[in-house]
């Protein structure tokens, strides 16, 4: 039976685990409800989208104590939350059996769940507006067996794309569709367009620009080893994904492979390198990829950002972290650090960058690494919550970003154990982190961000 609540804020005890700390007057933290906690199921880099939002009603989507679905919906702004446990249910001891939504141009809601190698699980809502869902249904029922990763996005003219690996951990092919609310019909857009040829795959993220413009970075991986993830890679197509070329504007001979994929950042084997990239772009269409692992001659990972500024290629450190960590083995890995996000703002005079993360040495605390003008990179940190979330990973409603620039963060503390074993963790809050940029810096003001190293002391 599907269930139906209405909770408001005042009612729960939840806030003081995560409030902000006094001086982050521009958060605050916005309780739904408990969900599954034993390992970072509901929490993981990849959910495309675990909020979404649209026009001023806004979705959450999570698993619940028995691995139930669950649906909230409330008005922005408000902190009373619509709840509906659904019918539907997920393997929740494999944390990457996570659960993606968006909503279309005319309100209807797209769920897809429970994935790891695994058939197509998806659904919609009945009606616009709605909780109520539809029985699972197939896409386009071509390889639609084996998925894993499946994300959504927005496109400007209204319809969706969805994003999935057809296959293995390193033997698994990147699939695109799209989708046409006018019609309500989903087509193949792209067949086997990032191709491990059997002997890899791509982890990859997506940009939609506000042109249309689908833009693509990965990493590839050659085998389920995730020491073996190497190089940074990007494309881009300027008609709705039917072409794709690089940055240069060279055209690919699809399917794009290892061998002629355009490196924005060579990053060999064994370097501590993560995958599933995270991606944004400025309002120039300019991609911003951010992601971590180990430079040359060190031992410490550090977190990164790999632009393409109109004309090349750089990068820029934006940490300064002090504590090794190696990654290597297969499945769910227990990392000190999150996978971050990248969102960027080129409104105004100078492009600002602002990276969510969680990192052990900040106390596993949520936190925001701010760059108010990417051509002086001086990066400082904000920690935005008080306390720990331990192995959470950041993400958050992409829509809201790009229409208000303010983040809606999806937060709850969740445990992790090696591969896809489990931490005897109750119940805990699912919760909503709104947090506002400050305004951006005038004239010297942004001599004050080099005092705060992104390394440690902006606490």
Not at 5 to 21: D, K, Q
Not at 22 to 34: G, H, L, T
Not at 277 to 295: F, H, K, Q, V
């Amino acid at each position: 039976m599907i269930g139906f609540v209405s909770i408001a804020v005042v009612i729960f005890g939840f806030l003081t685990p995560l409030e902000p700390p006094d001086s982050s007057a521009r958060s605050r933290i916005v309780p739904i409800a408990e969900g599954w906690a034993e390992n970072s199921v509901n929490a993981v880099i990849f959910r495309r989208n675990s909020v979404a939002s649209h026009g001023d009603i806004q979705y959450a989507a999570f698993y619940d104590a028995d691995s139930k679905v669950t649906l909230a919906r409330r008005t922005l702004g408000s902190a009373d939350w619509e709840i509906r446990t659904t019918r539907y249910e997920g393997n929740t001891r494999d944390a990457h059996n996570s659960i993606s939504i968006i909503v279309d141009a005319t309100g209807v809601l797209h769920m897809s769940w429970n994935h790891h190698c695994v058939p197509l699980n998806y659904c919609r809502s009945k009606e616009p507006g709605s909780l109520e869902l539809t029985d699972r249904m197939a896409m386009t029922g071509h390889k639609e067996k084996r998925v894993t990763y499946p994300e959504f996005y927005n496109l400007p003219d209204g319809g969706l794309l969805f994003v999935y690996r057809d296959g293995a951990s390193g033997r698994g092919d990147l699939m695109m569709n799209r989708y046409d609310p006018s019609t309500g019909r989903w087509t193949r857009l792209q067949d086997s367009l990032l191709d491990g040829e059997g002997e890899r795959n791509a982890y990859w993220q997506a940009a939609i620009g506000p042109d249309g413009s689908i833009h693509l970075s990965w990493v590839w991986r050659e085998s389920g080893d995730v020491a073996t993830n190497h190089d940074l890679c990007y494309a881009r197509s300027i008609d709705g994904g039917k072409s794709w070329q690089k940055s240069t504007g060279e055209p690919y001979a699809l399917p794009i492979t290892a061998k002629s994929a355009e490196c924005a950042c060579a990053i060999p084997q064994k370097s501590e390198l993560i995958n599933s990239t995270s991606m944004c772009l400025d309002n120039e269409g300019r991609p911003y990829i951010a992601t971590y692992w180990r430079p040359a001659g060190t031992d410490v990972p550090q977190y990164h950002l790999v632009y393409h500024d109109g004309t090349a290629w750089t990068k820029s450190q934006i940490t300064r972290r002090t504590t090794p960590f190696s990654l290597s083995g297969f499945g769910t890995r227990r990392i000190p650090i999150s996978r971050p996000q990248i969102v960027a703002d080129s409104s105004g005079a100078a492009v600002r960058a602002f990276m969510a993360f969680r990192d052990k040495e900040r106390e596993n605390r949520v936190s925001i690494a701010v760059c108010d003008d990417l051509g002086g990179a001086s990066w400082r940190i904000e920690d935005v919550t008080g306390r720990s979330v331990a192995l959470w990973e950041p993400s958050y409603d992409t829509a809201l970003w790009q229409r208000e620039k303010i983040l809606h963060l999806f937060v709850q503390k969740v445990g992790q154990g090696q591969g896809e074993t489990l931490e005897k963790i109750p119940p805990q809050m699912v919760s909503i982190l709104e947090w506002t940029p400050r305004a951006a810096p005038k004239g010297d003001e942004t001599s004050e961000n080099r005092t705060d190293p992104a390394g440690g002391d902006g606490r």
